[in-house]
C-alpha cells in the first residue's frame, strides 16, 4: 500500500482575455464590374454671356454710374446755389425794412410817384426812425429841414397858426410832407430819378447849375456826372435802394406783350 497520499487537485485557472479596442476597417471600394459603366454626375454649366454682350453691358453699367454720379452733383449744386441766393435775400431784405407802407402808398399815389422812391429817400435819411434829427437840424423820417417844411405846409395851406416844426416827427406827416416834395421835384425835372434824388440831398438850385456845366451835363437835360461826393455817393445808394424796394415790396408790372388782341381787335 502506497503511503504516498494523492496532491490534491489544482483548478486550472482559466487565460484572462483581453479585449482589443475595435479598429474601424475601411470599406473597400466597390470596383464596377467589367462591362457596367461608371454612372458619372452630371455638372450644371453656367450658362456664360458672350464676350462682346458683357463688354456691351459693362459700358451701360458705367454709363448709369457715371449719369447717377453727375445728377446727384448737379442736384447738390443747385441745392448749394439755391441755398446761398436765399440767404443773399434774406440779407438783403433785412437790410432794406419797410415800415409804414400804408401811409408811403397813400401818399406816393396822391402825388404820382414811385413809393420805392419814398422807400428808398427814408431809409438813407434815418433808417425808418421817426425821432431822427441830423446835425444839420432836419427832423423825422424823410429828415426835412425846417424852412423846407415850412415851405411844404404852405403849399399845403397848412402854415396856420396850429402848424408847428415839431409836427415833423409825426411818421405820417412827414411821410405826407416829403412825398409832395418828392412830387414837386418830380414835375420840375420830369420823373428823372437821379436828378430828383440829388436835387433832395443838394438842392434843385445846385442841380439846375451842374445841368448848364458841358462838364456835367452833355446836352443840358441828361446829368452825365455828379460833381459833389457826397451827393454821387448819397445818390448812389438811394437808386440801388430803389431798385430793391423794387424788387421785394413794389415790383413794377411787366407790359403786355405786342402780339396780344386789344379790344378794337376782330
Given at each position: 500500500?502506497?503511503?504516498q497520499?494523492?496532491a490534491p487537485?489544482?483548478?486550472?485557472?482559466?487565460?484572462?482575455?483581453?479585449?482589443?479596442?475595435?479598429?474601424?476597417v475601411?470599406?473597400?471600394?466597390?470596383r464596377?464590374?467589367?462591362?457596367?459603366?461608371?454612372?458619372?454626375?452630371?455638372r450644371?454649366?453656367?450658362a456664360?454671356?458672350?464676350?462682346?454682350l458683357?463688354?456691351?453691358?459693362?459700358?451701360?453699367?458705367a454709363?448709369?454710374?457715371?449719369?447717377?454720379?453727375v445728377?446727384?452733383?448737379?442736384?447738390?449744386?443747385?441745392?448749394?446755389?439755391?441755398?446761398?441766393?436765399?440767404?443773399?435775400?434774406?440779407?438783403?431784405?433785412?437790410?432794406?425794412?419797410?415800415?409804414?407802407?400804408?401811409?408811403?402808398?397813400?401818399?406816393?399815389?396822391?402825388?404820382?410817384?414811385?413809393?420805392?422812391l419814398?422807400?428808398?429817400?427814408?431809409?438813407?435819411e434815418?433808417?425808418?426812425?421817426?425821432?431822427?434829427?441830423?446835425?444839420?437840424?432836419?427832423?423825422?423820417?424823410?429828415?426835412?429841414?425846417?424852412?423846407?417844411?415850412?415851405?411844404?405846409?404852405?403849399?399845403?395851406?397848412?402854415?396856420?397858426?396850429?402848424?408847428?416844426?415839431?409836427?415833423?416827427?409825426?411818421?405820417?406827416?412827414?411821410?405826407?410832407?416829403?412825398?409832395?416834395?418828392?412830387?414837386?421835384?418830380?414835375?420840375?425835372?420830369?420823373?428823372?430819378?437821379?436828378?430828383?434824388?440829388?436835387?433832395?440831398?443838394?438842392?434843385?438850385?445846385?442841380v439846375?447849375?451842374?445841368?448848364?456845366?458841358?462838364?456835367?451835363?452833355?446836352?443840358?437835360?441828361?446829368?452825365?456826372?455828379?460833381?459833389?461826393?457826397?451827393?454821387?455817393?448819397?445818390?448812389?445808394?438811394?437808386?440801388?435802394?430803389?431798385?430793391?424796394?423794387?424788387?421785394?415790396?413794389?415790383?413794377?408790372?411787366?407790359?403786355?406783350?405786342?402780339?396780344?388782341?386789344?379790344e378794337?381787335?376782330d
Amino acid at each position: 500500500m502506497n503511503d504516498q497520499s494523492p496532491a490534491p487537485h489544482r483548478r486550472r485557472r482559466r487565460p484572462v482575455q483581453i479585449e482589443q479596442p475595435e479598429m474601424d476597417v475601411p470599406t473597400p471600394a466597390v470596383r464596377p464590374l467589367p462591362g457596367e459603366k461608371r454612372k458619372k454626375k452630371k455638372r450644371r454649366k453656367r450658362a456664360r454671356f458672350p464676350r462682346s454682350l458683357q463688354i456691351i453691358l459693362g459700358f451701360l453699367l458705367a454709363a448709369l454710374l457715371l449719369t447717377c454720379a453727375v445728377a446727384v452733383t448737379k442736384n447738390y449744386l443747385q441745392a448749394q446755389e439755391e441755398r446761398r441766393r436765399l440767404e443773399a435775400e434774406a440779407a438783403e431784405r433785412a437790410q432794406h425794412p419797410l415800415y409804414y407802407e400804408s401811409w408811403i402808398r397813400q401818399y406816393a399815389a396822391v402825388q404820382n410817384i414811385d413809393p420805392a422812391l419814398v422807400s428808398a429817400i427814408i431809409l438813407c435819411e434815418s433808417s425808418f426812425d421817426p425821432q431822427a434829427v441830423s446835425r444839420l437840424g432836419a427832423r423825422g423820417l424823410m429828415q426835412l429841414m425846417e424852412d423846407t417844411a415850412q415851405w411844404v405846409a404852405h403849399k399845403l395851406d397848412e402854415d396856420d397858426a396850429a402848424y408847428s416844426f415839431d409836427r415833423l416827427f409825426d411818421p405820417e406827416t412827414n411821410i405826407r410832407f416829403g412825398s409832395w416834395y418828392l412830387g414837386y421835384l418830380s414835375r420840375r425835372f420830369g420823373g428823372d430819378a437821379k436828378k430828383i434824388v440829388c436835387a433832395y440831398h443838394a438842392g434843385q438850385g445846385n442841380v439846375d447849375s451842374w445841368l448848364k456845366n458841358p462838364s456835367y451835363s452833355s446836352d443840358g437835360v441828361t446829368l452825365d456826372t455828379i460833381p459833389t461826393q457826397d451827393t454821387a455817393n448819397y445818390a448812389r445808394r438811394v437808386l440801388s435802394a430803389i431798385d430793391i424796394y423794387h424788387k421785394y415790396y413794389f415790383p413794377i408790372a411787366s407790359p403786355p406783350p405786342d402780339d396780344l388782341p386789344t379790344e378794337s381787335d376782330d
